[in-house]
């Protein structure tokens, strides 16, 4: 590690990571008076507000076809979602050998996507106050760099983390209350706002009303007759709560249901976001346009507004000329630019660069002749 370092311009970066060549390169999200001071006396000035999206907190269907767990203490290995602790001997340290896949990357996306909302609509940022980045590896980082936030404390940020994830959210504060569900219509049970969390959560009722089927309404804890109730009354149910926009609007609907169709909500509007970088006031983040040592992709920047059609498997790649030939221990199949490959197991293969780098990357393969 060659820490506390500082540059005066971009070309004496360039020039040291091209004499000391490292695996990873990161900055600090932070401005200090002496950066290149021990860490308590760089004199802390302020930071950029990060968020780390990452596919390893998104659970996804797949991540049980491609990810394997070591445990470091006992060698237990798995598939799948790493657990917390070793369910042998408890440990808590693992190997973790992930992979970069195009389901778990789009789930991460989602996310951003839903993140980069309540930036832009919650709390007010512009267009210009962020910059959205691919990290290289399984997920998508988020900078505000933006004077109003700069200086906030991590207990502040620590607030922010929670609006974000939902954290601690209670439906009584957005009009759900079990004693009022049975009055008229009143202005504090009125469930539609233009923005916000109560816009959110309606939202997502909605989304899940229109399109939900009965088994979908069970798998939520919703009773046999109350799922054919809601099914029966779909239409009558989103109209009424357009119109009226009271809890009260259906009948046979009472507090229970809304609860748990508010809660399942909560669930998907929520952001999964890696919640120790965000209040972290200190923290080293990956540095753009540098390459990722587990992928050989590197971290680019795109335009908020282009993220629908970012594309990692293409702007992520950095060599894009020459072949390599390997010897694949074993692979799933993955796609680089255009082009798919794979699955491999125990195979002579010769890839162009950015695919055989991917594989060396992640320890699935092994160089045998780089063919220039
Ligand atoms: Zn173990
Ligand atoms: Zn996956």
């Known amino acids: 590690m060659l820490r506390h370092k500082s540059f005066d311009n971009s070309g004496d970066l360039k020039k040291f990571l091209q004499v000391s060549v490292p695996s990873d390169a990161y900055c600090s999200c932070a401005f200090y008076e002496d950066p290149e001071a021990e860490m308590d006396r760089k004199g802390w000035l302020g930071a950029d507000l990060i968020f780390d999206i990452d596919a390893d907190h998104v659970p996804t269907c797949c991540e049980k076809l491609h990810d ?15 657990p917390p602790s070793c369910p042998v001997c408890g440990g808590k340290k693992f190997d973790v050998n992930t992979w970069l896949c ?20 919650d709390f007010g940022f512009s267009k210009k106050d962020i910059s959205v980045f691919f990290s290289g590896h399984r997920g998508y980082h988020v900078h505000v760099e933006s004077k109003a936030i700069r200086t906030v404390d991590a207990v502040t940020r620590k607030e922010i983390v929670d609006y974000v994830s939902g954290l601690g959210l209670d439906v009584f504060f957005h009009g759900l209350d079990k004693k009022r569900l049975r009055e008229t219509s ?32 069970r798998e939520i804890g919703l009773k046999k007759n109350i799922a054919e109730t809601i099914l029966k009354n779909k239409d009558i149910i989103v109209k009424k709560w357009l119109n009226r926009g009271t809890w009260s609007a259906v009948r046979g609907i009472g507090f229970e249901t809304w609860k748990k169709l508010a809660e399942y909500s909560l ?5 999964k976001i890696d919640t120790v970088v965000t209040t972290d006031i200190h923290r080293l983040i990956r540095l753009a346009d540098t390459l990722h040592s587990k992928t050989g992709f590197k971290k680019v920047r795109f335009p908020v507004s282009a993220i629908d059609d970012f594309d990692p498997f293409k702007s992520g790649v950095a060599f894009k000329t020459g072949a390599v030939t390997v010897f ?22 010769e890839l162009p660069t950015a695919a055989a780098m991917l594989l060396v990357c992640k320890d699935r393969a092994k160089v045998l002749k780089h063919n220039v």
């Open 68 to 82: 394997k767990w070591v445990c470091s203490v006992c060698d237990l290995a798995g598939k799948g979602f790493t």
């Open 102 to 121: 195009e389901v778990c990357l789009d789930s991460a996306k989602r996310e951003a996507v839903k993140l980069l909302d309540v930036l832009r609509q």
């Open 186 to 217: 009143s202005s504090q049970s009125l469930p539609l706002g233009k923005f916000g969390w109560r816009k959110r959560l309606v939202l997502g009722m909605q989304n899940l009303i229109i399109n939900a089927e009965e088994e979908k309404l």
């Open 267 to 271: 669930g998907i509007q929520s952001v």
């Open 328 to 349: 694949v221990s074993d692979a799933p199949g993955f796609r680089v630019g255009d082009e798919l490959f794979g699955p491999y197991k125990k195979q002579k293969v």
